[in-house]
């Protein structure tokens, strides 16, 4: 493990994680407004219009980050029906996120262990709000248990659909011998989300 990833895992200064958080949000948006762009441009203008730049400490651009993203899912669902609109989703945030995966992975240092990767994603999880627990399994896999997510309470089950392809990206981003894989999602009823996370053997 790298010294950076050793000292940023043990404390991170707020102004980090709020710039961390904007780049997250900034990123996502624009990829989302991409596909706006094309299916749905008046849409897009109205949501542009209407919004403000979020204000406050951390909670209140999470919230503002989610409404952003419910709203702009909300209407590309409108433009293109709900499954197509989560497949174009998912398959434009997922280099999104494979891209934020990189950034942190050049700032923090090498992350070539299962343990660098726990390490890394809690920090990049802190900055949304994020608590989880990362399990072995048998077969040698890992299992990610997220008990406490701050956005789950914002977003519709589309919206986390959608962007759960960017964090699927990060790991890759973080370290392309590894893949992580959502197989249940709070805002789908149950009351954790379980990822799975293993090396990727292609």
Not at 15 to 44: F, Y
Not at 85 to 111: H, T, W, Y
Request: hydrophobic share 45%; net charge neutral; with cysteine.
């Amino acid at each position: 493990m790298s010294l950076r990833l050793a000292l940023a895992s043990w404390w991170t200064p707020k102004r980090v994680l709020a710039e961390m958080l904007d780049r997250v949000e900034k990123s996502t948006i624009a990829a989302l407004d991409g596909l706006l762009e094309n299916h749905a441009p008046a849409a897009l203008a109205a949501l542009r219009a209407a919004e403000r730049a979020p204000e406050g400490g951390l909670p209140a651009r999470r919230a503002a980050m989610a409404s952003a993203h419910n709203a702009r899912v909300h209407a590309l669902v409108a433009a293109l029906g709900r499954e197509e609109a989560i497949s174009e989703g998912r398959e434009a945030l997922f280099p999104v996120g494979v891209m934020l995966g990189q950034e942190a992975r050049d700032k923090l240092g090498p992350v070539d262990s299962p343990r660098d990767l726990e390490r890394a994603a809690r920090l990049l999880y802190k900055a949304l709000g994020i608590d989880f627990t990362l399990e072995k399994l048998a077969d040698g896999g890992m299992m990610m248990r997220v008990h406490r997510c701050a956005l789950a309470g914002y977003y519709t089950a589309e919206s986390c659909a959608v962007l759960s392809a960017a964090d699927e990206g990060v790991v890759r981003g973080l370290n392309p011998e590894f893949k992580m894989q959502f197989e249940q999602r709070m805002t789908d009823g149950p009351a954790e989300c379980l990822a799975r996370i293993e090396e990727d053997k292609k």
